[in-house]
């Protein structure tokens, strides 16, 4: 079945019901959460926009699966266009769909096949900590056991394997840990590990914890890392990046604002790593001024050069909620005269 451009495409979700199957949206962004499906529908029909969106897209990722045969299921990465207001495009929902309708439902037996998105121009591949994530939370959500490299993270977590055989877990294993550290003991013994974690395990480990509410004693863990590497002032930019999104999930948004504060006044803001950690992942931040305004300042100096301010801040002011905070703080006559400058490369130089 193919329709035609005349004919109204049906919503995506009512595609995925009405092939009898069960359905869990996940936003795939500036990190992995849930999207209920009854707001998918609003954004679908254009009735609300897209509440995280990334580099002006919707980026999705939907798990489908038949509850009486386990067996039968897909995964689908979505990456869908928005408008300047941050609704769909409707024109790209609908070839979408029609692409879907064509390829993709099988009306005999009413499957939806992974394989539907073969050379599909809305398809995307998550890079690999957030496919080991979302593996993770789809065999949560279905109910399957963890992956067989999960008893091995566990034992290292847990101090029954040496601090050096870090090199023997599997990313996919520490994913399967993240998303029960609210099982047993596993947060305490998370939060006591941290501390002396050897670099390249704590930065894995603290990328995956940016996709789930972290429990405090693991939220002060992380932050008394982030202050002994900050001291000692020899970290490379990578490992305080992966700290700034371990930490981006805090609840505590004034807790949040002064890590990412104490970042924004060391030299390692100027790295470029460390200033997209905080502008995709601590985003929420940058609705305080006296956060906005040093990372401006950090932005224009930093090592990303006009390129990356340039590209940042079209990102962050593609935001509803930060466009107009970032005007007027581009408005502050405190502004440093290399701020100024950049703005003026950016906008013009005749910028008001």
């Not at 795939?28 to 499906?37: E, F, N």
């Not at 023997?168 to 609210?182: C, H, K, P, S, T």
């Not at 305080?240 to 505590?252: K, P, T």
Request: glycine residues 4%; hydrophobic residues 50%; negative net charge.
């Amino acid at each position: 079945m193919s329709a035609t451009q005349d004919t109204p495409q049906p919503l995506l979700i009512h595609l995925l019901r009405d092939a009898g199957a069960a359905v869990r949206l996940f936003d795939m962004g500036r990190r992995i959460s849930k999207l209920s499906p009854d707001r998918f529908e609003k954004i679908e029909r254009a009735q609300v926009p897209y509440p995280e969106p990334f580099l002006h897209h919707a980026w999705l990722g939907i798990l489908i699966w038949n509850p009486k045969a386990r067996h039968e299921n897909a995964i689908w990465f979505l990456k869908m266009p928005l408008d300047e207001q941050g609704y769909l495009v409707q024109a790209a929902r609908d070839d979408l769909v029609a692409r879907l309708l064509q390829n993709a439902v099988n009306h005999q037996q009413g499957v939806l096949e992974e394989d539907a998105l073969k050379d599909n121009p809305f398809a995307f591949k998550p890079d690999q900590e957030k496919m080991a994530m979302f593996h993770a939370l789809a065999a949560q959500a279905m109910g399957n056991h963890a992956s067989p490299y999960y008893e091995d993270a566990e034992a290292y977590l847990h101090g029954q394997l040496p601090l050096e055989r870090w090199t023997d877990l599997g990313l996919q294993g520490l994913a399967d840990f993240i998303v029960r550290l609210d099982q047993g003991d596993h947060a305490r013994v998370l939060a006591a590990r941290i501390d002396e974690l050897p670099l390249p395990a704590l930065a894995s480990i603290a990328t995956l914890l940016e996709h789930c509410a972290i429990p405090l004693a693991v939220r002060d863990a992380l932050a008394r890392r982030l202050d002994q590497l900050l001291a000692a002032d020899t970290a490379e930019p990578l490992i305080i990046a992966a700290l700034v999104r371990g930490l981006s999930n805090c609840a505590d948004e004034t807790f949040k604002q002064q890590q990412v504060l104490k970042v924004l006044h060391s030299a390692h803001a100027l790295e470029a790593e460390v200033i997209v950690a905080i502008a995709t992942r601590a985003t929420s931040t940058l609705q305080a001024p006296e956060v906005l305004q040093p990372f401006l300042e950090q932005l224009a100096a930093g090592k990303a050069g006009q390129a990356g301010f340039s590209r940042v801040l079209a990102d962050l002011m593609f935001m509803p909620a930060l466009r107009a905070l970032i005007l007027h703080a581009f408005r502050n006559p405190d502004r440093s005269a290399q701020l100024s400058r950049a703005i003026g490369e950016m906008f013009g130089q005749h910028f008001e």
